[in-house]
């Protein structure tokens, strides 16, 4: 499905279901390098189960238009005006790693708005190594290979995600490579990475934040370790944590476990 959000065309996966404002919404949102296509198995799940899905390729990413955001507030707004462009005066917001931040820090601008928040493999403060940070400016394919070892513990995911047989880390490398070369204006590696590092409103955006919260983090997270997301679970006030037996991308890494725990912590 696309949108016109900002006067630019926004892309939103449904998970082969059209959009109808009777049924609850969810809305996915995805970290740097990545576009809606990482929560395949989740969106399509949720799609088929009563729900609307709603996952996003932030602007500037693959087939969504406009400037790429350049800090997390910015990326905020841009989830708020999706939003209002369908007109959800509530919704759901799942997101990972640089999404979970976009996530939080929309809760915490409109906590009536956002019934149920989940994040996913997140940090606070999420700062980034300054030899990636480095890498992703000047040597980008370097550092994209650093980031999908860093973020597995196992490069052989289970066949639920994209299939029997599916190379895992090549498919992430490919992805990867797609997103940054859909931006020719902009390196959305460079600026993601530079979001999360920047960002300094996580404390703060979780003091503001009403509604029950899911903390999903992987036991062997190298680049957002569970320890690092102690600081938020500790002033959350409604808050759950599923700890999931692996690495950062929990979707295609632990698919099945990240999505028993959305099933048992999401309620329409």
């Known amino acids: 499905m696309n949108l016109t959000v900002n006067g630019h065309s926004t892309y939103c996966y449904t998970g082969g279901k059209p959009f109808d404002a009777a049924k609850p919404t969810m809305v996915f949102v995805h970290g740097v390098l990545h576009d809606h296509s990482v929560w395949a198995l989740q969106s399509r799940y949720f799609a088929h189960h ?15 238009a406009g400037p790429a955001p350049t800090s997390v507030e910015e990326a905020a707004d841009f989830v708020m005006a999706v939003l209002d462009a369908v007109g959800l005066q509530q919704a759901t917001l799942i997101g990972h790693s640089w999404g979970s ?19 996913i493999g997140t940090a606070f403060p999420m700062k980034v190594a300054p030899a990636l940070l480095e890498s992703s400016l000047n ?51 460079h600026a993601g990475f530079s979001a999360c590092n920047n960002y300094a409103g996580g404390l703060e955006a979780i003091s503001k934040v009403t509604c ?30 599923a700890m999931l037996p692996g690495g950062h991308h929990q979707m295609s890494e632990t698919p099945e476990h990240l999505l028993k725990a959305l099933v048992q912590f999401l309620q329409p």
Request: with cysteine; net charge positive.
């Open 101 to 119: 931040l976009i996530a939080l820090e929309t809760a915490a601008r409109a906590p009536q708005r956002i019934k149920q928040l989940v994040l």
């Open 212 to 241: 029950p919260v899911l903390y999903v983090l992987g036991e062997t997270d190298q680049m957002t370790p569970p320890k690092a997301a102690q600081g938020l679970i500790a002033k959350t006030a409604l808050a759950e944590v």
């Open 139 to 189: 040597t980008p394919m370097q550092a994209l290979e650093m980031v999908n070892v860093f973020s597995r513990s196992t490069l052989c995911a289970p066949p639920s995600v994209l299939g029997p047989g599916t190379w895992v880390y090549g498919a992430s490398m490919a992805l990867g490579r797609r997103v940054l070369a859909s931006n020719r204006q902009v390196n959305v590696f």
């Open 50 to 64: 009563g729900w609307n899905v709603l996952a996003l390729d932030l602007p500037g990413h693959c087939k969504s």
